[in-house]
């Protein structure tokens, strides 16, 4: 991205109040890349439903939205600034496709009244507690398709810890997200996880990488 788009979106973050921009901007190109071509990979195409979760201030959604077919695009996140930010971001790129972002922080996908193909989650298992992990999966088991696949980076960390998003979101980094652990969701679900599927490139900042299917 050029240097002036990028002081751009950095000058509106401020603007927002949505707190100081971080790998997310300064990674803008290499994870929205990445993101697209892991997707597309798993058989995403322009005609297909995405749902992504905790999706920012839309960095992966300027890819997406300009992507998907009008309308095919829904985004949940629980830091509000984003919403405001993230419409002001896909302006800036001038994109003006439909798509859907709220709020939530309650896990409520049902009330999109959609069922989706793919689920992407970047960067947000990641600070999820083990309970909210299994709350995602358990809603997740209710609105995608047969077949839908979650992409979704982690990671298996040694010790948890707990910071604040921007100070107000509690924003939790768990420990033991190991084999055991995603295999028992996949009993409980009667999904198939899978680690690092074949196929898909490494994650630009090393997370772990891994899909669900359900
Ligand atoms: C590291 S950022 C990644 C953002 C985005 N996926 C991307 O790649 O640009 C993690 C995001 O997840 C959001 N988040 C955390 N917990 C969430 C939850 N339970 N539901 C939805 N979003 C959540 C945070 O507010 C933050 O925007």
């Known amino acids: 991205m050029d240097k002036?788009?990028?002081?751009?979106?950095i000058d509106l973050h401020l603007e927002e109040e949505?707190?100081?921009?971080?790998?997310?901007?300064?990674?803008?190109?290499?994870?929205?890349?990445?993101q697209m071509d892991s997707l597309k990979k798993m058989g995403m195409d322009?005609?297909?439903?995405?749902?992504d979760i905790g999706c920012g201030p839309l960095r992966f959604g300027t890819y997406a939205i300009s992507y998907l077919d009008e309308g095919n695009y829904f985004g949940v996140e629980v830091w509000e600034p984003y919403l405001k930010l993230g419409r002001r971001i896909l302006e800036e790129f001038e994109i003006s496709k439909n798509y859907t972002m709220k709020i939530d922080r309650g896990f409520d996908y049902e009330s999109f009244g959609e069922k989706f193909d793919f689920a992407i989650a970047q960067s947000v298992v990641t600070h999820m507690s083990v309970r909210q992990i299994d709350e995602l999966l358990d809603v997740l088991k209710k609105v995608m398709k047969p077949d839908g696949i979650l992409l979704f980076t982690f990671i298996n960390n040694r010790f948890p810890y707990s910071v604040y998003y921007e100070m107000e979101e509690p924003m939790i980094t768990?420990?033991?997200?190991?084999?055991?652990?995603?295999?028992?969701?996949?009993k409980k679900y009667q999904v198939e996880y899978r680690k690092y599927p074949e196929g898909l490139e490494r994650h630009p900042t090393g997370q772990a990488v891994a899909t669900i299917k359900f």
């Open 46 to 51: 322009s005609k297909h439903k995405l749902l």
């Open 18 to 34: 949505a707190g100081v921009p971080s790998n997310r901007e300064l990674m803008w190109e290499d994870l929205g890349e990445w």
């Open 4 to 9: 002036k788009k990028m002081f751009k979106i």
């Open 174 to 186: 768990p420990c033991k997200l190991d084999n055991a652990f995603f295999q028992a969701l996949e």
